[in-house]
């Protein structure tokens, strides 16, 4: 099986400070990867830096083959290699529904002239998207919902909205920044259920996250940063068991990695 | 409907009945600036401040004047080349500056009206400060021989036609703009107001529709500068300046930003009021900024956001 997703010994540097420091790993189509690591790891550098929000100092990432490191946002994203923000990041002023009918902008094959004209198949792309938002709001358990302005949702739910604008662009891999920050027990296992689903419909999805006992509930492999650089990658099992990686987390805190 | 009654029946009888001929001057007037008022409305749903309209009406008004007295093309046909000139001048203006956010964006627009009346007396072809004089009135419009609007120095109502004029392009401005507004285009500029990061990660080209969004205001700004020159027969580096920039601003803020006819109405109420505080001299200026600051104070949503209030709790 080749790799979906290829990240190729990337370097990020921040003036004198350096980020990630030549980091390589593959996502495999289908697979759940998670990269983990305590504060200050590198994570999030890494994580803007495959979806093109930041450039690469040196290395690059591919998809397919292709580079997608150092292009613009939406062009990555049009590639099929879209991202997740954490919860503040929707728009708040629409509904729920509206959120992820706009959303659904990628799918469409009629320029924005098309649309303003009014042309049939405007017409048939927005009847389209409508039936397409309502089926993964549904998916995600949020049509009751629908109708409320996105600025007056709980955490939860944001979260979840989140997620469904991301799918809302039919992609191929969906990156998630942290789904279950400040998330409590009950509400992070029905997420790691959505992100499980997520999978099921044929998204690869790669996570970045703290929380271990979700990551290793959830993960298929696992990725481990520490001061910008690659310390493990494995199977929960495997990480569980690294030196290591439990000495990256302090070593005796245990618990804090699930074990 | 009622509204088309009104504009073009209602208010010409109006006007007819009570002889005040000046009043076409000020609908006509309003009706220009509610134009470039929509554009200025434009790059606030994209969620830009901007303070620069001034620049591109100047702009439109020279272009219109020179090509008219120099060059004697047809007014009519200056009309869309000066919104087009505008629509191309402010793409290349606006490809670093539209990556400016927030006040920053908003200052470097209000800059740009004061370049734009320091270019105008620098330039040979404005004819420095003592601008262009004595433009010819709209000549006849054509097509295939076919007279679609008379000679404007034939007519004996001039006042009339420049109205008819104006309120004509005002209509199919707004009517463009509502369209604009509901449809796909319309709802990614939300998207971008709202969070530009977002809408990239959803495939949105920000950069190619934040110069779109711009263009098509400084084409408003660049046709109601073009048929002030032509009402008024001159144009001068002062004919807009800060203020009307700043004007414009406003419009848009009163009549409500979340709303396409906000502007409009903004520009009626702004012009209006003004007016109507003549009476009161000297605290004309003290009555009508302690209104305005009321007024956004109370209904910082524009006066749309009123009507609609109303409406929805009838409907409950």
């Not at chain 1, 009950?186 to 999978?199: A, I, K, P």
């Not at chain 2, 470039?36 to 219109?64: C, D, E, K, M």
């Not at chain 2, 396409?260 to 003549?278: E, N, Q």
Request: net charge neutral.
């Amino acid at each position: 099986m080749s790799a979906l997703l290829e990240v190729k010994s990337v370097t990020k540097k921040f003036g004198g400070l350096t980020a990630n420091k030549d980091i390589s790993f593959t996502v495999q189509e289908k697979e759940i990867l998670s990269v983990i690591g305590p504060n200050g790891a590198g994570k999030s550098t890494l994580f803007k830096m495959i979806s093109s929000f930041l450039r690469t100092t040196s290395g690059e990432v591919l998809f397919k083959g292709e580079r997608i490191s150092n292009l613009a946002p939406h062009i990555v994203a049009r590639r099929g290699v879209v991202r997740t923000f954490q919860e503040t990041t929707i728009f708040k002023s629409m509904t729920v529904r509206e959120n992820v009918v706009i959303a659904h902008h990628l799918r469409s094959k009629t320029n924005l002239l098309g649309f303003y004209v009014g042309s049939r198949r405007a017409h048939t792309d927005e009847t389209e998207f409508r039936r397409s938002a309502d089926e993964i709001l549904e998916f995600l358990n949020l049509s009751e919902i629908s109708g409320e302005l996105a600025s007056t949702l709980p955490q939860g739910h944001l979260r979840a909205l989140g997620i469904a604008i991301g799918l809302a662009t039919d992609p191929k891999i969906l990156l998630l920044d942290e789904p279950f920050a400040g998330m409590n027990h009950d509400e992070t296992m029905r997420t790691v259920e959505l992100v499980s689903g997520v999978r099921d419909r044929g998204v690869t999805v790669l996570l970045v996250e703290h929380d271990m006992p979700a990551v290793m509930k959830i993960s298929d492999r696992i990725v481990v940063l520490n001061f910008g650089e690659k310390i493990a990658e494995g199977t929960p099992q495997q990480i569980q068991q690294n030196e290591q990686v439990i000495e990256a987390y302090l070593g005796s805190e245990d618990d804090s990695i699930g074990l | 409907m009622i509204f088309f009654i009104g504009v073009f029946v209602l208010v010409p009888w109006l006007i007819e009945m009570s002889g005040r001929w000046d009043y076409y001057y000020t609908l006509t007037s309003v009706a220009l600036l509610s134009i470039a008022s929509a554009g200025v409305w434009l790059t606030f749903y994209i969620g830009r401040i901007n303070i620069g309209q001034g620049a591109y009406a100047l702009a439109g008004g020279y272009l219109s004047a020179v090509l008219v007295t120099q060059y004697e093309v047809s007014f009519w046909l200056t009309i869309p080349l000066a919104g087009l000139f505008c629509a191309v001048l402010s793409m290349l203006i606006g490809l670093p500056i539209l990556r400016l956010k927030g006040v920053y964006f908003a200052m470097i627009t209000l800059v740009l009206t004061e370049v734009a009346k320091l270019t105008a007396l620098a330039l040979p072809i404005t004819n420095g400060a003592k601008g262009i004089v004595s433009i010819p009135l709209p000549g006849e419009l054509s097509v295939f021989g076919m007279t679609i609007i008379p000679d404007f120095s034939t007519l004996e109502n001039v006042k009339l036609a420049f109205y008819y004029l104006a309120v004509t392009l005002m209509v199919i401005c707004f009517a463009g703009m509502y369209r604009l507004v509901n449809s796909r285009m319309g709802h990614l500029c939300r998207s971008l107001q709202q969070n530009e990061e977002l809408a990239s990660s959803i495939g949105v080209n920000i950069t190619t529709l934040r110069i779109t969004a711009y263009a098509i205001s400084s084409f408003l700004g660049g046709v109601g500068g073009s048929i002030f020159v032509a009402i008024s027969q001159s144009i001068y580096p002062t004919s807009f300046q800060v203020a009307d920039s700043i004007n414009f601003m406003l419009n848009v803020f009163v009549g409500g930003l979340g709303y396409v006819f906000g502007p409009m109405l903004g520009t009626v109420v702004i012009y209006f009021g003004w007016d109507l505080l003549f009476q009161t001299g000297k605290f004309q200026l003290l009555i009508y900024s302690s209104i305005l600051i009321l007024l956004m104070l109370t209904v910082p949503n524009g006066l749309l956001s009123l009507r609609l209030f109303k409406w929805n709790k009838e409907k409950k």
